[in-house]
């Protein structure tokens, strides 16, 4: 098993840049395809990036796309969310997972196939 812990977010006004951490503990991060997700208050979690195991794919929502960058250090366990240019719609919870699938170069998209969640960190922006 593995525990992640976001950290990272906060109050922060418009056109900001922010970004968010993940540290992974107890288990071998470099065997764990990784996702962040957001979600808004009463709407549903929602898929926002994705990287694969050796860190040479990734993927995100078109929403995100040019703004937000996924990236992990598998040495310092570690994987993080450079979020550019903030909004206010980004204002919402977001949420590291893990998926500890044996595909090297995959990305994963879709909530049901991680298997493991950080508690969430904040983000907020004002505008």
């Known amino acids: 098993q593995v525990r992640l812990v976001e950290s990272g977010g906060g109050l922060v006004q418009a056109w900001v840049s922010l970004r968010l951490s993940c540290a992974a503990f107890?288990?071998?991060?470099?065997?764990?395809?990784m996702g962040w997700f957001r979600q808004p208050s009463v709407k549903e979690r929602r898929f926002l990036a994705a990287?694969?195991?050796?860190?040479?794919?990734?993927s995100y929502v078109d929403s995100v796309k040019g703004r937000f960058t996924i990236s992990r250090d598998n040495a310092k366990n570690a994987l993080y969310l450079e979020m550019n240019t903030l909004k206010p719609e980004d204002t919402a919870s977001y949420y590291c997972a893990a998926d500890p699938t044996p595909i090297r170069h995959q990305t994963v998209l879709y909530t049901s196939e991680y298997d493991y969640w950080g508690q969430g960190t904040q983000v907020t922006v004002s505008s």
């Open positions: 107890g288990s071998t991060f470099c065997y764990y395809a």
């Open positions: 990287i694969s195991r050796n860190g040479l794919s990734t």
